[in-house]
């Protein structure tokens, strides 16, 4: 467990927040409020639910803690359907910025490194109009989700990047993603937003690595270098970045590449062990960085970073949450679901350096999972 102490800033519970965000329904036939809805759905999923049904059951379980925080429920708890239902008419921008209050009260660290990432819910298909399968995340260094943006089967990432990046105030914060976000229009976006980007560069940008590529083999180019070793039982990978001015970068800005102030590369070489077989590892990458103080060292250590939103996040609500295997499909049920799962496992980041072990935890035992809702100002 994570050394953590409380922020003397919190004035007000989580689900005091969830509370606060408006419900869309008509107030006739409405039995169960949206704050107790989305209460139940993070409750479950900090627990280790995986599902509408797991949740439910849990709540029903635990229906004198709910009464506690809700009072008299002369309906009992939702059901799935019920669920479903509501989420579907839930607007997922309105619960990002309410959750986002209560972060902003929670964790007192600059956010200095955030992931740009998509990540899609396989089992979801032949879904139609609002239903959004693909999710765009902005993930901190510091294990949070920052915000998320739904991505409709009419665009891509490309397009839903900016909107995601023009809500930010990214004064002081590189932003890192995979070389598909390398995109004149994401510079952009980072650049008006008083942030920096270090981006990679590959196939999808030919001419830009023509560009950058011959750079590194002029002699007259005062390039730094840093370097970095993984040393493990299944790798041994070192990794040499390189990064230099001594180009025209006034031609790039011209060309769209906003702020660009420094291009890079980055080398990878040595040997991995992957289901028992030994492959070489000889790997070149170019980079585009806004920064024009960013040193080698630290661009290798937000180069690193830059996987957290795989491993801490998309990986985590796969294989401990299950996401991928997730069937609801209603409207917008889908994007407010999944948020939800990236907030249980952010908070739970707060406190625990393994999710698994601590959701095991809290089924052997209990009171270590009150422990954290009270730690962590949930309820």
Request: charged content about 25%.
């Amino acid at each position: 467990m994570k050394k953590y102490t409380a922020s003397t800033n919190i004035t007000t519970s989580l689900i005091e927040e969830l509370c606060k965000v408006p419900d869309n329904r008509s107030d006739q036939g409405k039995r169960h409020s949206l704050g107790l809805i989305l209460s139940l759905v993070l409750l479950g999923f900090l627990k280790g639910k995986t599902s509408l049904e797991a949740c439910c059951d849990f709540g029903r379980y635990r229906r004198s803690w709910f009464t506690r925080w809700f009072g008299d429920l002369p309906h009992g708890m939702p059901d799935p359907t019920t669920i479903s239902r509501t989420l579907s008419v839930t607007n997922p921008r309105l619960v990002v910025t309410t959750i986002n209050q209560f972060f902003n009260q929670l964790i007192n660290e600059l956010e200095t490194v955030m992931s740009l990432d998509g990540k899609t819910i396989r089992a979801i298909h032949a879904c139609k109009g609002e239903c959004m399968t693909h999710m765009l995340s902005l993930f901190s260094s510091h294990g949070r989700i920052v915000d998320q943006e739904g991505v409709s089967k009419k665009e891509n990432e490309i397009t839903a990047a900016p909107r995601l990046l023009n809500r930010q105030v990214l004064l002081g914060t590189t932003i890192t993603a995979d070389a598909l976000l390398t995109q004149k229009r994401v510079t952009k976006a980072i650049i008006e937003n008083h942030g920096d980007y270090l981006l990679p560069v590959k196939d999808n940008h030919p001419n830009l690595q023509h560009i950058i590529a011959p750079t590194f083999t002029d002699p007259l180019s005062k390039t730094k270098v840093a370097f970095y070793s993984e040393y493990r039982k299944t790798r041994l990978v070192t990794t040499a970045l390189f990064l230099t001015s001594s180009i025209d970068v006034e031609a790039l800005r011209d060309e769209g590449w906003v702020g660009i102030s420094q291009v890079g590369k980055l080398e990878r070489k040595g040997w991995r062990i992957h289901k028992g077989n030994k492959t070489k590892v000889n790997e070149t990458i170019y980079l585009i960085a806004s920064d024009p103080t960013l040193t080698p060292e630290k661009a290798l250590i937000v180069n690193r970073k830059h996987w957290g939103i795989e491993n801490k996040l998309h990986w985590q609500k796969d294989y401990t949450l299950a996401e991928d295997r997730q069937r609801t499909r209603n409207k917008r049920a889908p994007e407010v679901l999944s948020y939800l799962r990236s907030v249980a496992i952010s908070l739970l980041r707060q406190l625990f350096d393994s999710i698994t072990k601590a959701i095991n935890q809290f089924n052997e035992q209990p009171r270590n999972y009150k422990n954290m809702l009270t730690r962590l100002n949930i309820v």
